[in-house]
């Protein structure tokens, strides 16, 4: 079993950063692959980055690559995601997942977390 809390999202200016941080229960953290979803108001939720085991490997949706960037510390059961020069389609509530797979698709994995707000304005 592995719980996950998000934490970092806020409102920010169009141009801003923000880091998401995503903590995780247990001890087989580093056996998991990690992606950030995301959902915005009146939307599916859509996958933003994913990043394998061992951190060696990351992938990113088209429409962030250049500006997030997604990063993990084994050590502290930590996955981050850096959002640099935010736009206001990039705000929704930004969920964390873990899974065995490592992949973009929803069904790969197998626990979420509560997910954390991302505002930013125009």
């Known amino acids: 079993q592995v719980q996950l809390v998000e934490s970092g999202g806020g409102l920010v200016q169009t141009g801003g950063s923000l880091r998401l941080s995503c903590a995780a229960s247990?001890?087989?953290?580093?056996?998991?692959?990690m992606g950030w979803f995301r959902q915005a108001p009146g939307k599916e939720r859509e996958f933003v980055a994913v990043i394998s085991s061992s951190g060696h490997y990351t992938t990113y949706t088209d429409s962030v690559k250049g500006r997030f960037t997604i990063s993990r510390d084994n050590a502290k059961n930590t996955v981050y995601l850096q959002m640099n020069s935010l736009k206001p389609e990039d705000t929704a509530v930004y969920y964390c997942a873990a899974g065995l797979a490592y992949g973009s698709l929803q069904k790969l994995y197998d626990y979420w977390g509560q997910g954390t707000q991302v505002t930013v304005s125009s």
């Open positions: 247990g001890r087989t953290f580093s056996t998991y692959g």
